[in-house]
T-cell receptor, first 113, second 111 residues
Framework: EPEVTQTPSHQVTQMGQEVILRCVPISNHLYFYWYRQILGQKVEFLVSFYNNEISEKSEIFDDQFSVERPDGSNFTLKIRSTKLEDSAMYFC???????????FGNGTRLTVT | EDQVTQSPEALRLQEGESSSLNCSYTVSGLRGLFWYRQDPGKGPEFLFTLYSAGEEKEKERLKATLTKKESFLHITAPKPEDSATYLCAVPRETSGSRLTFGEGTQLTVNP
């Protein structure tokens, strides 16, 4: 069964550094998302992406964050200058159309020290 | 603001002891309610979508039901491998793709 894959599984970075989290969505999906989950808290929406542009973003997704689909298969989340509070699990998800269920990857655990 | 509340926060069952998890929501104009299973250190795994009150979906020992204000995930004769956190989520009223998740119910099934 096709799945969403994310790399790396764990990333440790120092405060102020840039990180890029990578995702390969399911190949015939058209809508892509990033969610995050701070330890012990709810899964929270960050951003949705369709047709090579952001379709929606949350209040969390400020100017420090950006997303890109650099080629036909990858979808990336960049955090320009990481803060301690960015430490979380970051999940990539995709779906075929905006009303069908989201399929999530297994996440990247980001630890900012 | 859309709200999704799950109860209980945690549930311990003996193998074979059936029970139900609750998800209540306040979003008006519901356009689907999703149930996911999340294992430790993994991403949410899709289980069910329910669209209208009265609808039911089943998968192995799990059955999801929906009313106008809440959804139940019934677990019949659970096994230890059913241990996980169960999440429900609804699309925001103004956005079909942006999901609001509940905090989840952490289920432990003891052998």
């Amino acid at each position: 069964e096709p799945e969403v894959t994310q790399t790396p599984s764990h990333q440790v970075t120092q405060m102020g550094q840039e990180v890029i989290l990578r995702c390969v969505p399911i190949s015939n999906h058209l809508y892509f998302y990033w969610y995050r989950q701070i330890l012990g808290q709810k899964v929270e929406f960050l951003v949705s992406f369709y047709n090579n542009e952001i379709s929606e973003k949350s209040e969390i997704f400020d100017d420090q964050f950006s997303v890109e689909r650099p080629d036909g298969s990858n979808f990336t989340l960049k955090i320009r200058s990481t803060k301690l509070e960015d430490s979380a699990m970051y999940f990539c998800a995709s779906n075929r159309d905006s009303n069908s269920p989201l399929h999530f990857g297994n996440g990247t655990r980001l630890t900012v020290t | 603001e859309d709200q999704v509340t799950q109860s209980p926060e945690a549930l311990r069952l003996q193998e074979g002891e059936s029970s139900s998890l609750n998800c209540s929501y306040t979003v008006s104009g519901l356009r689907g309610l999703f149930w996911y299973r999340q294992d430790p250190g993994k991403g949410p795994e899709f289980l069910f979508t329910l669209y209208s009150a009265g609808e039911e979906k089943e998968k192995e020992r799990l059955k999801a039901t929906l009313t106008k204000k809440e959804s139940f995930l019934h677990i019949t004769a659970p096994k230890p491998e059913d241990s996980a956190t169960y999440l429900c989520a609804v699309p925001r009223e103004t956005s079909g793709s942006r999901l609001t998740f509940g905090e989840g119910t952490q289920l432990t099934v003891n052998p």
